[in-house]
C-alpha cells in the first residue's frame, strides 16, 4: 500500500522474534484436543504464546504482495459493514507484524469526512487511550516502538478496530498477550462496536476464552464479516448490514 503523509518508513522492525519461534518446538498439546475444555491458568498461557507464535510466523510467511491484496478485500467488507463515515469516530492502528496494512483505508475513510484515532499504550495493564489521527498528525514512537499521535486529548470511538492474531467461532480475539483490547473495551461504553480485523489463516476452533476476554461484535477477514452481536446476526453471519450511525 502506498506511502502517505504520515508514513513512519522504518517503524516495522519487529518488536520481539516471536516470528521465528517454530511451533513445533514447543511441544504443546494441540489445540483440537483441547477444544471446550478448561485448561489449568499456566498451561493456557503457554498454549495461547505459541498459537501466537504459529499465527504470526504463518502471516509472514505470506508474502507483503499477498498481505496488501488481502488488506484491500478487508477494506472493502470494512465498507460495507460500516456505510457513510461521515461524523463517525472509527479507531484503527498502525499496523506491525503482518498485519493487514489498512492505512489507504483509513485515509479513505477521513476523505469520506470520517474521523480516524489511534490507540496508545499508556502502560502495562492500563486500557489504551485514543487519539485523533488526523492528516499530517504528527506521529511519535510509542511503547514497542509503535507510532502515535504525539499530542491531543484522549478521543472516544465509536468503533474500534482491533487488529487480531487469532479469532474463534464465538468472536473471542487473540492479541499480542497484553491484555490492552480487552481492558479498553472494558472501560469504554458498551455502544463501542468491536470489530477484529485479520486473516482468514487466523482462524482458531477456540481461544480459550478467559472471564474477562470480551468478544468482539463483528470480524472481518478477507472471505467477508462474521457478526456475533445478536440472535439475528448469528444466523447469518455474512449479511451484517451496515451499522447505523
Ligand atoms: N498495530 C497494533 N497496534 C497496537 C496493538 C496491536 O495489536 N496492533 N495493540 C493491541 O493491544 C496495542 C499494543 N499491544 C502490544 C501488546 C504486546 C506487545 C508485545 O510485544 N508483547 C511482548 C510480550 C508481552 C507479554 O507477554 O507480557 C512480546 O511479544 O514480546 C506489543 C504490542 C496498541 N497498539
Ligand atoms: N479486563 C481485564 N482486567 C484485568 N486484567 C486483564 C483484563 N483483560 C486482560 N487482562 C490481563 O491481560 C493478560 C493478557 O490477556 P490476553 O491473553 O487476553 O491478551 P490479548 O487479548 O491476546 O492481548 P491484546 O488485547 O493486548 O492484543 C491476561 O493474562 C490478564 O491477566
Known amino acids: ?15 520481539c ?7 513445533a518446538y514447543s511441544g504443546l498439546t494441540p489445540p483440537s484436543r483441547n477444544v471446550g475444555q478448561n485448561l489449568p491458568e499456566p498451561s493456557l498461557m503457554e498454549w495461547r504464546r505459541s498459537e501466537r507464535a504459529r499465527m504470526i510466523a504463518a502471516r ?16 472493502g467488507h470494512l465498507d460495507a459493514l460500516i456505510g457513510d463515515p ?23 475513510l477521513r476523505e469520506r469526512r470520517g474521523l480516524a484515532a489511534l490507540p496508545v499504550v499508556v502502560e502495562r495493564g492500563k486500557p489504551l487511550l485514543f487519539r485523533l489521527w488526523r492528516k499530517g498528525e504528527r506521529l511519535e514512537r510509542g511503547v514497542w516502538n509503535i507510532p502515535v499521535p504525539a499530542a491531543g486529548e484522549p478521543v472516544f470511538p ?9 479469532f474463534d467461532a464465538q468472536g473471542y480475539r487473540l492479541g499480542y498477550g497484553g491484555g490492552f483490547f480487552d481492558r479498553t473495551l472494558a472501560a469504554l461504553p458498551s455502544s463501542t462496536i468491536a470489530v477484529g480485523v485479520g486473516y ?8 480459550h476464552p478467559h ?17 456475533h ?14 451499522i447505523s450511525p
Open 86 to 108: 461521515a461524523g463517525v469516530l472509527v479507531s484503527g492502528y498502525w499496523p506491525f507484524r503482518g498485519e493487514p496494512d489498512l492505512r489507504d483505508w483509513f485515509r479513505d
Open 211 to 227: 472471564g474477562f476476554d470480551i468478544p468482539m461484535r463483528h470480524i472481518v477477514t478477507e472471505n467477508g464479516i462474521r457478526s
Open 158 to 166: 465509536r468503533i474500534v478496530i482491533a487488529p487480531l492474531v487469532g
Open 1 to 15: 500500500m502506498g506511502k502517505g503523509d504520515d508514513d513512519l518508513n522504518d517503524y516495522a522492525s519487529p518488536a
Open 229 to 242: 452481536g445478536g440472535k439475528r446476526d448469528r444466523e447469518r453471519p455474512f449479511d451484517a448490514g451496515p
Open 60 to 75: 509472514l510467511a505470506m508474502s507483503a504482495r499477498t498481505r496488501n491484496a488481502l488488506a484491500r478485500r478487508i477494506a
Open 200 to 207: 482468514e489463516m487466523a482462524e482458531m476452533p477456540t481461544i
Open 17 to 23: 522474534l516471536l516470528h521465528e519461534v517454530d511451533p
